[in-house]
């Protein structure tokens, strides 16, 4: 019985993990590059408009809802390990000026 109840807590805490977050703010492109490897790899950060907090986006998801760096946007989305967002729902609000 204390296997079962230890197991089901445990289970019950990591689902809790994963939290729902919508954010507000400018998304920013980032470019990273393995010199010795040549790997570049790309994603997006988002700084919370109200909370100040910075989460991450993979550049695929940013790039499928048709957004770009320097769109001013709300998402809704899960929240994984290292302040990760995995897109749910999407809005822009501002698209970025071309110039």
């Known amino acids: 019985m204390k296997k079962a109840f230890i197991l089901v807590f445990g289970l ?3 689902l809790f993990s994963q939290a729902e977050e919508t954010v507000t ?4 492109e980032i470019i990273s590059e393995d010199f010795e490897t040549g790997k570049v790899e790309r994603s997006f950060s988002l700084k919370d ?3 100040g907090k910075y989460y991450f986006i993979d550049a695929d998801e940013v790039k499928k809802k048709g957004m770009e ?3 001013r946007v709300k ?3 899960e929240e994984k390990d290292k302040r990760r967002l995995h897109i749910k729902e999407s809005e822009k609000i501002e698209t970025r ?3």
């Open 49 to 51: 408009e109200h909370t």
């Open 69 to 71: 760096s320097g769109d």
């Open 97 to 99: 000026d071309p110039k």
């Open 12 to 14: 019950s805490i990591s």
């Open 75 to 77: 998402i809704r989305g």
């Open 25 to 28: 703010g400018t998304l920013e």
